[in-house]
């Protein structure tokens, strides 16, 4: 039997109470279908590569790994916002099943989404296509309490993302 990197008895404490931001997340990435989720090998690198990385002292660096951890639904504490006309546009008439595929269409291409020199080096935004509607996507910093500003977006703890979901007329 191969050995395990986490203990049994770690794995039987997460099943008996599995911890809210592993709850949170797998609802997240629930909205994704299977198709467009990365297979798991795949998503550990990501993950484990942003564990590392996370530790650069580089405030920019360490900003664009942040963000991407939101673009890849790692990060708990962050808020996703579609406005209303990005999502009526997308789903367009039947609501009640289209906005529902509108927005999984719409996570599954920001998380494939290849960053161009031109959106910048903190990886805060971007633009592309689904179907023959524009969409647009930034982050913004807050402090915890979505109040202000936040005063250092390098700090995980001291900055809650905000991703909001456009059309390039709600910008």
């Known amino acids: 039997m191969p050995e395990l990197a986490i203990g049994s008895e770690i794995i039987g404490a997460v099943r008996r109470e599995?911890?809210?931001?592993?709850?949170?997340?797998?609802?997240?990435?629930?909205?994704?279908?299977?198709?467009?989720?990365?297979?798991?090998?795949?998503?550990?690198?990501?993950?484990?590569?942003?564990?590392?990385?996370?530790?650069?002292?580089?405030?920019?660096?360490?900003?664009?790994?942040?963000?991407?951890?939101?673009?890849?639904?790692?990060?708990?504490n962050a808020r996703i916002v579609i406005t209303a006309t990005c999502l009526a546009t997308l789903a367009g008439d039947d609501r009640i099943v289209s906005e529902t595929l509108a927005q999984s269409k719409v996570l599954g291409a920001i998380r494939r989404y290849v960053f161009t020199s031109e959106d910048g080096p903190e990886r805060a935004r971007g633009e592309f296509a689904v179907g023959e509607t524009t969409v647009r996507f930034r982050i913004d910093y807050y402090d915890p309490s979505l109040e202000w500003g936040s005063e250092d977006p390098a700090d995980?703890?001291?900055?809650?993302?905000?991703?909001?979901?456009?059309?390039?007329?709600d910008d």
């Open 18 to 76: 599995p911890p809210l931001d592993l709850m949170r997340f797998q609802d997240t990435a629930a909205i994704v279908p299977v198709s467009g989720r990365p297979a798991m090998e795949e998503w550990l690198e990501i993950f484990n590569a942003g564990l590392t990385e996370l530790s650069m002292t580089d405030p920019i660096s360490r900003i664009a790994k942040l963000n991407d951890r939101v673009r890849l639904g790692l990060d708990s």
């Open 156 to 169: 995980a703890a001291a900055t809650t993302r905000v991703m909001t979901i456009m059309l390039p007329s």
